[in-house]
């Protein structure tokens, strides 16, 4: 009987430490790797605003200086071409005066990979109205549990790979950081229809003249590493038209573009449950089941008793009551 009594409970304590190995377990190699997979289905809208823009009204062929612009990038998810290891995201990116005059506008449709976040070619993709523009690097953000050292990321104005390096560790709205940046450019990004007049390009002597765009872009974004979600971002665009000798002749958008400080403190607080989330499925619950998992063990092989000590006899009643006569005061409400 006393074997059973003490066997009892150091059975419940290996039953509990292989519980708490199997939850510690679970959550570091299940739970987590899930979590950083990109989802299908997304919903995400970032506005960069510049108080003081220039551009050129290529209708009109005038140039406006000092003008407030937003660039509002909305990506939605399409998860029915999706899988479980493909995403398929849309992004559209309208850039406009506080007027509603729209400066800019891009389109593209990209599939990748949901764990690395890297470009694929599988599922209808496109950029702008080209179905064939190869996207390579990563799509549109960092993967979960992102790293200080460069990337190859894809640019939608560009239309091509660039490199994203790591610059530093920073803090923004009290969550940790990893700020990357890059810069690319110009590049020939589109032909204006048709010829212009040569006065208004700065060639008086010419009666027509044909012109393409050129773009350059600076982009620096803070990025919250465990879950790869950017926090900020700032975007320098300085925009041209050149003739076809290459000559810089007119500029036709000038500004430096940031994420409003509304959406900072959303994207900011939205980073860092994502972040707390992660570190307690990778790191703190395991950990924790390991700490209290070493507690029971070292329980079990002491063998802390939850009964009568190892040994211990039985004292019979009777012995017991003869004791109790034999103590004197035992009967404290005679002795009041």
Do not use: N
Not at 8 to 34: D, E, K, N, Q
Not at 60 to 71: E, K, M, N, S
Not at 289 to 299: E, K, N, R, W
């Amino acid at each position: 009987m006393t074997g059973g009594l003490l066997r009892s409970p150091r059975m419940l304590l290996m039953a509990g430490i292989a519980f708490l190995i199997t939850t510690g377990a679970l959550f570091h190699f299940y739970v987590y790797p899930r979590t950083t997979l990109l989802p299908l289905e997304q919903t995400r809208i970032q506005r960069l605003v510049s108080p003081s823009a220039t551009y050129l009204d290529t209708a009109a062929f005038r140039l406006h200086r000092g003008v407030p612009v937003q660039d509002t990038v909305a990506i939605y998810g399409d998860p029915q071409a999706g899988d479980d290891r493909t995403a398929v995201w849309v992004e559209f990116s309208s850039l406009d005066t506080r007027d509603g005059e729209r400066v800019d506008y891009h389109e593209r449709r990209t599939a990748f990979d949901r764990r690395t976040g890297l470009a694929v070619q599988c599922c209808g993709e496109y950029v702008d109205d080209d179905p064939g523009a190869p996207q390579t690097g990563l799509a549109f953000r960092l993967p979960a549990g992102a790293q200080p050292r460069s990337y190859p990321m894809f640019d939608p104005v560009l239309r091509r790979e660039v490199s994203l390096r790591f610059e530093r560790a920073e803090t923004v709205e009290g969550v940790p950081t990893y700020r990357y940046t890059y810069s690319a450019g110009p590049v020939k990004t589109a032909d204006l229809p048709g010829p212009v007049p040569g006065t208004l390009v700065g060639m008086p002597g010419e009666k027509r003249v044909a012109v393409a765009r050129y773009t350059e872009v600076t982009r620096t974004i803070w990025v919250e590493p465990e879950s790869g979600l950017t926090v900020r971002t700032r975007e320098r665009r300085r925009d041209t038209l050149r003739t076809p000798d290459q000559v810089e002749r007119q500029v036709a958008f000038d500004a430096d573009l940031v994420t409003s400080p509304a959406e900072v403190r959303a994207f900011a607080d939205e980073a860092a449950r994502f972040r707390r989330w992660m570190l307690l499925a990778r790191l703190w619950i395991p950990a924790g089941c390991v700490v209290l998992a070493a507690v029971l063990g070292v329980l079990a092989v002491l063998g802390v008793p939850y009964g009568r000590r190892r040994g211990a006899r039985a004292v019979p009643a009777s012995a017991a009551a003869e004791h109790q006569q034999q103590v004197p005061g035992h009967d404290f409400a005679d002795a009041g």
